[in-house]
Nanobody, 126 residues
Framework: QVTLVESGGGTVQAGGSLRLSCEVSGFHYGSYSLGWFRQIPGKEREWVACFSTSNQRTYYSPSVKGRFAFSQDGGQTMPLLQMSDLGPEDTAMYYC???????????????????WGRGTQVTVSS
């Protein structure tokens, strides 16, 4: 059984930073791609970023490129999403998703993933 648990959300002022993590169990590291999406009420789920654990490649949506980045601390096998220079437009519920994809091929589409976490709220005040 594959489970995903997000953490790291919270409330920050504009210009601040947060770091999100997604604990994945049921997939061996190196076999899955990790996607991050965000959603505000009444809107479609928006793709944010994708990390391929097989080839370590990263992909970002234009709206966050240059501000968000994946990192791995030391020997950890849990890629972290570092979010910097946050603005009110980044306020949303953030979800991680995992699936066996070829790299991150197709990973910007929610339908590519069968496994999702429950989300963590990020709120940015102006």
């Amino acid at each position: 059984q594959v489970t995903l648990v997000e953490s790291g959300g919270g409330t920050v002022q504009a210009g601040g930073s947060l770091r999100l993590s997604c604990e994945v169990s049921g997939f061996h590291y190196g076999s899955y791609s990790l996607g991050w999406f965000r959603q505000i009420p009444g809107k479609e789920r928006e793709w944010v970023a994708c990390f391929s654990t097989s080839n370590q490649r990263t992909y970002y949506s234009p709206s966050v490129k240059g501000r968000f980045a994946f990192s791995q601390d030391g020997g950890q096998t849990m890629p972290l999403l570092q979010m910097s220079d946050l603005g009110p437009e980044d306020t949303a519920m953030y979800y991680c998703a995992a699936e066996r994809l070829r790299g991150c091929s197709g990973g910007s589409h929610p339908g590519a993933y069968n496994h999702w976490g429950r989300g963590t709220q990020v709120t940015v005040s102006s």
